[in-house]
């Protein structure tokens, strides 16, 4: 019996060990960067442009990807689609002339994406000169070589961005709307090689691209997903030719799923079948259906019955406090002794917040009313599925509530986070954001 279990806790330390290897040498952005350049390599955009395998380049020597990996990826993908020989030839002419002109050149003083996107730029055109003179089209095809540049140039700041959140979904920063809406838009992109799947009649490409726009109303607010759908709706017909009522199907969805997320999941379903079947009859009487009405009702169920674990990762994702879990590691644009100094400043408030002031009546009824609102605003945005969120903002619980916090907080003592309710999952949230809240109140003073 000894030997055996020595024997299972050695090969289980060899196991974890081995594990621990695999994830140190393949990392979750490479794997990402493989998918996104499987994905999307043979998709064209406007015209027979595949700009994606170009703009992936830049975006992976941006985050320190290995380039021969994108390289490796978009061959297969293109082989297995039967690409041209003469793209294949373009592609591996751009990896050469790009990987000399990042190894060769070194821009300082300015952000690494700017300066990769000098470089990527750059090395676009050269090869674009290059193989416009060996066909003969340089002069033929000039605006369309440059509104390739411009497609190009535009899409590398949108997955620059969008990639930048996927990479770090994890990790607990906050992230602005551009930012988010930009990963709506390359996951909305990435869902285009299943545009001419279709199972049992119904599209694949339509389901995924519904789905996403919907969580993303449900987590966010109408304006933003509605820019969500939007720009999603735009770019994605630029590639399957869709009709510009599906843009503005998009953008419907993304707008009903922000607005009426606050009266339940059923509601958002229900206003979203009903407003994109009335949008189909006003566009065009029905005349053509891009997208059925089955199709919108697959897509709904996604986001009734979507598991709790993920609606509390998107709840982390999309962080509708305006506090930060890791604040100084949302970076991508800053110089690397940025970090710093912003960790001394950090250092400084903290010294300052742990002051006691001496306050008048006038202020400490600021302060309570300060917090009051936040945890009203918290629950209202946060709670919205719970059944106790209206005994916690009842007045009488919510006065008593403050009380205790404001209590503590003056006196420098730990708030308990059961004070909401013993199960609630979002309290110790809730007080580490009030204790920020109540932290910058008395820096402010």
């Known amino acids: 019996m000894v030997y055996n279990k020595y024997f299972s806790e050695a090969n289980s330390q060899?196991?974890?060990?081995?594990?621990?290897?695999?994830?140190?040498?393949v990392s979750f952005k490479s794997i990402l960067f493989v998918l996104l350049t499987?994905?999307?390599?043979?998709?064209?955009?406007?015209?027979?442009?595949t700009p994606f395998t170009f703009v992936l380049f830049g975006v992976a020597s941006v985050?320190?990807?290995?380039?021969?990996?994108?390289?490796?990826?978009?061959?297969?993908?293109?082989?297995?689609?039967?690409?041209s020989l003469m793209e294949i030839a373009n592609i591996l002419a751009f990896f050469i002339v790009f990987t000399l002109i990042t190894a060769l050149i070194n821009i300082e003083g300015i952000s690494k994406k700017f300066s990769v996107f000098i470089k990527f730029i750059i090395s676009f055109v050269a090869v674009d000169i290059l193989f416009s003179f060996i066909n003969n089209t340089f002069f033929t095809n000039l605006f369309a070589n440059i509104g390739n540049v411009l497609i190009v140039s535009i899409l590398y700041f949108i997955f620059v961005v969008g990639c930048y959140v996927l990479i770090n979904v994890n990790k607990g920063y906050l992230y602005s709307k551009e930012e988010s809406i930009a990963m709506v838009v390359v996951l909305s992109l990435a869902c285009t090689v299943f545009s001419n799947i279709i199972v049992f009649g119904y599209s694949i490409s339509n389901i995924l691209v519904l789905i996403i726009i919907l969580i993303y109303g449900w987590r966010n607010n109408g304006v933003a997903a509605c820019c969500a759908g939007l720009i999603s709706g735009l770019f994605l017909s630029c590639i399957t030719n869709a009709p510009i009522s599906y843009v503005i199907s998009l953008a419907v969805?993304?707008?009903?799923?922000?607005?009426?997320?606050?009266?339940?999941?059923?509601s958002v379903i229900i206003a979203f079948i009903i407003g994109n079947v009335c949008l189909s009859y006003y566009t065009n009487n029905f005349a053509d259906i891009y997208m059925r009405v089955s199709e919108m009702l697959i897509a709904s169920l996604s986001l009734l019955f979507m598991p709790k674990k993920l609606e509390l990762k998107l709840d982390k994702l999309f962080n509708q406090n305006t506090t930060l879990d890791a604040p100084y590691e949302n970076m991508l644009d800053s110089a690397s002794d940025a970090k710093n100094k912003i960790g001394a400043i950090s250092n400084v408030f903290d010294t300052l917040s742990k002051i006691e002031?001496?306050?008048?009546?006038?202020?400490?009824?600021?302060?309570?009313?300060?917090?009051?609102?936040?945890?009203i605003d918290y629950i209202e945005?946060?709670?919205?599925?719970c059944k106790d969120r209206r005994e916690c903002i009842s007045e009488q619980n919510l006065n008593l509530t403050v009380d205790y916090i404001v209590d503590k907080l003056e006196n420098n003592e730990i708030i308990n986070p059961n004070v909401f309710k013993e199960d609630c999952e979002f309290s110790k949230n809730i007080i580490?954001?009030?204790?920020?809240?109540?932290n910058g109140i008395k820096i402010t003073r």
């Open 14 to 25: 060899k196991i974890e060990s081995f594990i621990d290897g695999i994830k140190r040498k």
């Open 38 to 49: 499987i994905l999307l390599s043979n998709q064209t955009f406007i015209t027979d442009f």
């Open 63 to 83: 985050f320190n990807v290995p380039l021969i990996l994108i390289l490796i990826s978009s061959g297969i993908s293109m082989f297995v689609g039967g690409t």
């Open 253 to 266: 969805s993304g707008l009903i799923a922000g607005v009426f997320k606050k009266f339940g999941k059923i």
């Open 357 to 375: 002031l001496e306050t008048t009546p006038e202020e400490e009824k600021e302060t309570r009313e300060i917090i009051k609102k936040y945890i």
């Open 381 to 385: 945005n946060s709670c919205i599925g």
């Open 432 to 438: 580490q954001n009030i204790y920020e809240v109540y």
